[in-house]
């Protein structure tokens, strides 16, 4: 299709094909929700079209019918105008639906070509594969794309930009016109996020339809041709985005009015809480990657680590909360050398702790939000009496957290694997602050809605505010730069400068983060 | 309040569904496996063999007085080794030792109640018990330390400190704890160490004690900080770590109690049933009790339901062996079947059209789950 043809939003419908995929009515009930209303979705060919919604909000449903993962109660799906039944990925594989999911399904130590041409192998005889053959098709592909790979080369050893190219090459690769991708800059670079991002302009223009999922508001209006708003089951609102602004859609999507910017008065820091000097820790392959650390966070002030993710912040955090012994330097909070302390030594020292990854430390899934709420201070009172826990003061608790931090869930004895993703950040960020000296706040935001980042922001200014000393560590620089009273910009395990709020230039900092020089 | 109840009991179904269907398959195989072996015996092929079998199986086991007691007294070490078993599962582990544990705890009780023979009966008898529990604790405590320092998976070092301590109390019985007067290698009588008998000719102190373990474990589990600790990380190590429990110490004294339990199953039977160690006794409780936990899903009242279970097996095979010529071995056919049939469940599902929910077969994820982890990073 040429770039005349090309449907123009605004355009007058009548000269229009039919559009490459429609949903009609599409209704999904879930026990005690509703999890799809009458969705109505209409997405044109060559076009990149945004499903914008909080977590939970139904669009990963609505893709799941479309894909043939799950059915749906009610509605029409139509693909180029053809009424279509999708029973399963199979169906939607044949009807030209790709997808690329938020966690990859990828074998990390098969090679490109193999991953790529998994279940759909070009055979070379009956039981041979004609590896040549796909690694070429791979690199045409690639090349169509605006990029190239190595077919040879084993998943693993890739950067995960490139790992989601993969995924969009496999679906490609199955001849999908319709590509579905679910959050696909949420794991991503903010460079890797523009490579993507041409790559999905390059696919367009040459005709392919795009839904394009996420909560992002910056991105869903750089990148989308149109944009449908979901909320809580129901689509809400249809923009394009010359039409709109960020404001606008976060409103539609929350239902309400929120504050994309934070409101903070001036930091007033009191006396050194957390002392880091000459820092060395090593990482689970032994590699150091923390090297030569100095940081200071003092009371009644938020300190944000910049840095692109593996840059050894992970590591330093879990050094200073007692999870990874450093292997030289020195940890003191409030004048106090608490450089070998244990976990448990750390937090009644009175440190809290946001991980960055809640599903693997920060919460037990299998556990009840009831006991997820205690699970640092389960042996305190009036948790436990001695050795015995007391289920009513547990459950109390619970409720007081669940309520004040507007964690959605039937209650607390249901298992916090059932709840959405951000609302299993917000059960985590309830228990962990409190009356801290230091909080530490690892990604508190990664990955979840509009809404939730507004109030665990909220939160934490609302805690330096009471005088506790936050460190915050994002790979999210525009979340460093609002939230931080002073940014620190770390880069392969080194401090390689440090700002005040006040003067931090975005661009310096941007390069320092990907270079470790401004220059 | 009516509703309350229901909603327990349809929760406790919800359970209990997939072992009830293996038993249910099990037995139905079982009975063609006898019908299919009468055409080759004195009694040629008979159809309807299995029901007298299975019915004088049931007659053996709750027939009687006598008979409800056997099957009590059977079940008792199994409680004991089938908790040890599913208390280590809850932490993630899969102590294979229990074996081990329970041959280790019957020759502690032998000897420190053969020592005490004539001791008074309430000293003799708890002093006894003790011993064969700690002996048991020891002998966790070593695989448990191992896995939380070094990461050496329990499952091989408890295999292999069964034949260890098997072979290390074959020495020792006809060595350093002989005692004098037998013509074969054996430790002395037990005299009032002996547990006393309650009820009937042989029900003794040892099923009371087997019940409360139920309780005390569920207990633990359920209500107190340690249960807590064990089941967080069992279920996420690292989110433990995180909230200060240190899985080093939780893991080493999870197969510690672990091994408690095995041995107060050793020296439960020991001081209950057998009297005195000798060279060649049987640790199949050590074996039956994984497949006890496996069947009560690690659930102490899981435990306790399919510990009376295999203990009505033992006890009423011998009658049916005598009546209906089907030997005992059926019995390790049917448990076996049982196992395999928890252990595939989907087959299960299958035949049964049960409808899969996730995350509801404890146990069983966590055998799977600590053969793929290595080691509890510290």
Same mark, same amino acid.
């Given at each position: 299709?040429?770039?005349?043809?090309?449907?123009?939003?605004?355009?007058?419908?009548?000269?229009?094909?039919?559009?490459?995929?429609?949903? &009609?009515?599409?209704?999904?009930?879930?026990?005690?929700?509703?999890?799809?209303?009458?969705?109505?979705?209409?997405?044109?060919?060559?076009?990149?079209?945004? $499903?914008?919604?909080?977590?939970?909000?139904?669009?990963?449903?609505?893709?799941?019918?479309? %894909?043939?993962?799950?059915?749906?109660?009610?509605?029409?799906?139509?693909?180029?105008?053809?009424?279509?039944?999708?029973?399963?990925?199979?169906?939607?594989?044949?009807?030209?639906?790709?997808?690329?999911?938020?966690?990859?399904?990828?074998?990390?130590?098969?090679?490109?070509?193999?991953?790529?041409?998994?279940?759909?192998?070009?055979?070379?005889?009956?039981?041979?594969?004609?590896?040549?053959?796909?690694?070429?098709?791979?690199?045409?592909?690639?090349?169509?794309?605006?990029?190239?790979?190595?077919?040879?080369? &084993?998943?693993?050893?890739?950067?995960?930009?490139?790992?989601?190219?993969?995924?969009?090459?496999?679906?490609?690769?199955?001849?999908?016109?319709?590509? @579905?991708?679910?959050?696909?800059?949420?794991?991503?670079?903010?460079?890797?996020?523009?490579?993507?991002?041409?790559?999905?302009?390059?696919?367009?223009?040459?005709?392919?339809?795009?839904?394009?999922?996420?909560?992002?508001?910056?991105?869903?209006?750089?990148?989308?041709?149109?944009?449908?708003?979901?909320?809580?089951?129901?689509?809400?609102?249809?923009?394009?985005?010359?039409?709109?602004?960020?404001?606008?859609?976060?409103?539609?999507?929350?239902?309400?009015?929120?504050? $994309?910017?934070?409101? &903070?008065?001036?930091?007033?820091?009191?006396?050194? @809480?957390?002392?880091?000097?000459?820092?060395? @820790?090593?990482? /689970?392959?032994?590699?150091?990657?923390?090297?030569?650390? /100095?940081?200071?966070?003092?009371?009644?002030?938020?300190?944000?680590?910049?840095?692109?993710?593996?840059?050894?912040?992970?590591?330093?955090?879990?050094?200073?909360?007692?999870?990874?012994?450093?292997?030289?330097?020195?940890?003191?909070?409030?004048?106090?050398?608490?450089?070998?302390?244990?976990?448990?030594?750390?937090?009644?020292?009175?440190?809290? %702790?946001?991980?960055?990854?809640?599903?693997?430390?920060?919460?037990?899934?299998?556990?009840?939000?009831?006991?997820?709420?205690?699970?640092?201070? %389960?042996?305190?009172?009036?948790?436990?009496?001695?050795?015995?826990?007391?289920?009513?003061?547990?459950?109390?608790?619970?409720?007081?957290?669940?309520?004040? %931090?507007?964690?959605?869930?039937?209650?607390?004895?249901?298992?916090?694997?059932?709840?959405?993703?951000?609302?299993?950040?917000?059960?985590?960020?309830?228990?962990?602050?409190?009356?801290?000296?230091?909080?530490?706040?690892?990604?508190?935001?990664?990955?979840?809605?509009?809404?939730?980042?507004?109030?665990?922001?909220?939160?934490?200014?609302?805690?330096?505010?009471?005088?506790?000393?936050?460190?915050?560590?994002?790979?999210?620089?525009?979340?460093?730069?609002?939230?931080?009273?002073?940014?620190?910009?770390?880069?392969?395990?080194?401090?390689?400068?440090?700002?005040?709020?006040?003067?931090?230039?975005?661009?310096?900092?941007?390069?320092?983060?990907?270079?470790?020089?401004?220059? | 309040?009516?509703?309350?109840?229901?909603?327990?009991?349809?929760?406790?179904?919800?359970?209990?569904?997939?072992?009830?269907?293996?038993?249910?398959?099990?037995?139905?195989?079982?009975?063609?496996?006898?019908?299919?072996?009468?055409?080759?015996?004195?009694?040629?092929?008979?159809?309807?063999?299995?029901?007298?079998?299975?019915?004088?199986?049931?007659?053996?086991?709750?027939?009687?007085?006598?008979?409800?007691?056997?099957?009590?007294?059977?079940?008792?070490?199994?409680?004991?080794?089938?908790?040890?078993?599913?208390?280590?599962?809850?932490?993630?582990?899969?102590?294979?030792?229990?074996?081990?544990?329970?041959?280790?705890?019957?020759?502690?009780? #032998?000897?420190?109640?053969?020592?005490?023979?004539?001791?008074?009966?309430?000293?003799?008898?708890?002093?006894?018990?003790?011993?064969?529990?700690?002996?048991?604790?020891?002998?966790?405590?070593?695989?448990?330390?191992?896995?939380?320092?070094?990461?050496?998976?329990?499952?091989?070092?408890?295999?292999?400190?069964?034949?260890?301590?098997?072979?290390?109390?074959?020495?020792?019985?006809?060595?350093?704890?002989?005692?004098?007067?037998?013509?074969?290698?054996?430790?002395?009588?037990?005299? =009032?160490?002996?547990?006393?008998?309650?009820?009937?000719?042989?029900?003794?102190?040892?099923?009371?004690? +087997?019940?409360? #373990?139920?309780?005390?474990?569920?207990?633990?589990?359920?209500?107190?900080?340690?249960?807590? *600790?064990?089941?967080?990380?069992?279920?996420?190590?690292?989110?433990?770590?995180?909230?200060?429990?240190?899985?080093?110490?939780?893991?080493?004294?999870?197969?510690?109690?672990?091994?408690?339990?095995?041995?107060?199953?050793?020296?439960?039977?020991?001081?209950?049933?057998?009297?005195?160690?000798?060279?060649?006794?049987?640790?199949?409780?050590?074996?039956?009790?994984?497949?006890?936990?496996?069947?009560?899903?690690?659930?102490?009242?899981?435990?306790?339901?399919?510990?009376?279970?295999?203990?009505?097996?033992?006890?009423?095979?011998?009658?049916?062996?005598? =009546?209906?010529?089907?030997?005992? *071995?059926?019995?390790?056919?049917?448990?076996?079947?049982?196992?395999?049939?928890?252990?595939?469940?989907?087959?299960?599902?299958?035949?049964?059209?049960?409808?899969?929910?996730?995350?509801?077969? *404890?146990?069983?994820?966590?055998?799977?789950?600590?053969? +793929? *982890?290595?080691?509890?990073?510290?």
């Amino acid at each position: 299709m040429s770039e005349g043809e090309r449907a123009v939003p605004g355009a007058a419908r009548s000269s229009l094909p039919p559009p490459a995929l429609e949903m &009609r009515g599409i209704t999904k009930r879930f026990p005690g929700t509703l999890a799809n209303d009458h969705i109505d979705l209409e997405v044109r060919p060559g076009e990149i079209h945004a $499903l914008l919604g909080e977590n939970g909000a139904g669009k990963t449903t609505l893709m799941n019918i479309l %894909y043939g993962l799950i059915s749906p109660d009610e509605g029409e799906i139509r693909i180029d105008g053809e009424p279509v039944a999708i029973r399963d990925p199979a169906d939607a594989i044949a009807r030209g639906i790709g997808m690329v999911h938020q966690h990859f399904m990828l074998v990390p130590v098969l090679t490109v070509a193999e991953n790529v041409v998994l279940g759909a192998e070009i055979m070379h005889g009956p039981v041979l594969l004609d590896q040549a053959g796909a690694a070429k098709r791979i690199r045409s592909l690639a090349e169509q794309l605006g990029f190239t790979i190595d077919p040879n080369a &084993r998943v693993e050893q890739l950067s995960v930009g490139q790992q989601q190219r993969i995924e969009i090459l496999k679906a490609l690769y199955r001849r999908a016109r319709i590509l @579905v991708l679910d959050e696909p800059t949420a794991v991503l670079t903010p460079q890797e996020t523009e490579e993507i991002f041409a790559v999905l302009r390059r696919l367009r223009d040459e005709g392919a339809s795009i839904v394009f999922i996420s909560h992002k508001l910056d991105e869903v209006l750089r990148i989308a041709d149109r944009i449908t708003v979901i909320r809580r089951g129901r689509v809400v609102g249809e923009r394009v985005p010359a039409a709109t602004t960020e404001q606008e859609l976060a409103d539609l999507m929350v239902g309400r009015s929120v504050s $994309l910017r934070v409101d &903070r008065g001036v930091a007033h820091p009191g006396e050194v @809480v957390l002392e880091v000097r000459g820092l060395h @820790v090593r990482d /689970d392959r032994r590699h150091e990657v923390v090297r030569g650390v /100095d940081l200071d966070v003092r009371h009644g002030e938020i300190v944000g680590v910049a840095g692109v993710a593996g840059n050894g912040q992970e590591e330093l955090v879990e050094a200073i909360v007692g999870l990874r012994r450093p292997s030289a330097g020195r940890i003191m909070l409030r004048g106090r050398d608490r450089t070998t302390a244990s976990p448990r030594e750390v937090r009644a020292a009175g440190v809290g %702790y946001v991980p960055a990854d809640r599903q693997r430390y920060g919460l037990v899934l299998s556990f009840t939000v009831g006991d997820n709420c205690v699970l640092t201070e %389960y042996r305190k009172a009036p948790y436990a009496r001695g050795v015995v826990r007391d289920e009513r003061a547990i459950r109390r608790r619970a409720e007081e957290l669940i309520a004040e %931090y507007d964690v959605r869930t039937p209650g607390p004895g249901v298992r916090a694997s059932t709840l959405s993703g951000g609302n299993q950040q917000k059960l985590v960020v309830a228990r962990e602050f409190g009356d801290d000296e230091l909080l530490i706040l690892d990604q508190p935001t990664r990955g979840i809605d509009v809404g939730s980042t507004e109030f665990i922001h909220k939160q934490a200014i609302a805690q330096r505010d009471a005088g506790t000393a936050v460190l915050l560590v994002s790979a999210d620089l525009d979340e460093v730069l609002e939230l931080s009273d002073r940014v620190v910009v770390i880069h392969r395990g080194r401090v390689v400068g440090e700002f005040d709020a006040a003067s931090a230039e975005r661009e310096r900092i941007g390069l320092l983060m990907a270079r470790g020089v401004a220059a | 309040m009516i509703a309350a109840v229901r909603a327990r009991l349809a929760s406790w179904w919800r359970v209990a569904t997939l072992p009830v269907l293996a038993i249910v398959l099990a037995l139905a195989i079982a009975a063609v496996i006898i019908v299919a072996s009468s055409a080759f015996t004195g009694t040629g092929f008979f159809p309807l063999l299995p029901i007298y079998a299975y019915g004088n199986l049931f007659a053996g086991a709750f027939g009687s007085d006598i008979a409800l007691n056997n099957t009590l007294v059977a079940a008792a070490p199994l409680m004991l080794g089938g908790l040890a078993i599913g208390l280590g599962f809850k932490a993630g582990l899969f102590n294979i030792g229990v074996a081990g544990q329970f041959l280790a705890g019957a020759f502690a009780a #032998a000897v420190v109640g053969s020592s005490l023979a004539t001791a008074p009966v309430p000293v003799a008898v708890a002093v006894s018990l003790v011993a064969g529990g700690l002996a048991g604790a020891a002998l966790g405590a070593i695989p448990g330390f191992l896995k939380a320092r070094t990461g050496a998976h329990e499952v091989v070092t408890t295999i292999m400190l069964n034949n260890a301590t098997a072979l290390l109390l074959a020495w020792a019985v006809t060595d350093l704890a002989r005692a004098p007067g037998f013509t074969f290698p054996r430790t002395g009588d037990i005299g =009032t160490s002996a547990l006393p008998v309650l009820l009937g000719r042989n029900l003794h102190l040892g099923v009371p004690l +087997a019940f409360a #373990a139920v309780f005390l474990i569920r207990w633990l589990l359920d209500r107190t900080t340690l249960g807590f *600790e064990i089941r967080a990380v069992g279920a996420n190590p690292n989110a433990a770590r995180y909230a200060g429990i240190s899985p080093l110490l939780i893991v080493t004294l999870t197969m510690s109690l672990s091994g408690l339990l095995g041995g107060l199953a050793g020296a439960v039977q020991m001081l209950g049933v057998i009297g005195f160690y000798a060279s060649g006794i049987s640790a199949s409780v050590g074996f039956d009790s994984i497949a006890v936990a496996l069947l009560g899903r690690s659930d102490p009242i899981g435990i306790l339901f399919a510990a009376l279970l295999f203990g009505a097996f033992r006890a009423g095979a011998p009658l049916m062996q005598i =009546t209906t010529q089907v030997p005992i *071995e059926i019995i390790d056919i049917i448990q076996a079947l049982i196992i395999l049939f928890l252990a595939a469940e989907l087959i299960v599902r299958r035949v049964f059209r049960v409808r899969a929910r996730p995350l509801e077969i *404890e146990g069983a994820t966590t055998v799977t789950r600590t053969w +793929a *982890e290595g080691s509890v990073r510290t």
